[in-house]
């Protein structure tokens, strides 16, 4: 889900409108509606932040638009791949934030990292000590 997908819904779920989430936030209601209508990011973190604490809600959801990136991470390499892709995508958002990137260059740039991270995680996983690799015939049959 979008930013402004996310925006939008959290703000019908709070029943609030643009002006006083704007309010609340300490941001025209022209920035909040680039927010939720056009794609826009806020250029500074601390919106971020801000509108989270409006409605309630963790910081990171707001900041993680590349959820199925992530929960295929932690499919694939288990909780320490969820979190170092978390990680990964919510620095990645704070890059993007207010950059000049377009929507489809900053999507292309996602996609070209989530790539090159899960070509790094395969690789990486062959110099990984035995002990701590695990076959899967290993895992189903319990040991």
Known sequence: MKFAEKLAKLRAEKSLKQSEVAEAVGISRRNYIS???EG????NREIYYKLAGVFGCDVNYLL??????IARAGEEYGEGGYKDAEKLVSQLIGLFAGGELSEEDRDAVMRALTEAYFECKAENKKYAP???RKSKNEEGDGG
């Open 35 to 37: 927010y939720e209508t």
């Open 40 to 43: 826009r990011y806020p250029r």
């Open 64 to 69: 993680t638009e590349d959820e199925e990136f």
């Open 130 to 132: 035995k002990k701590s």
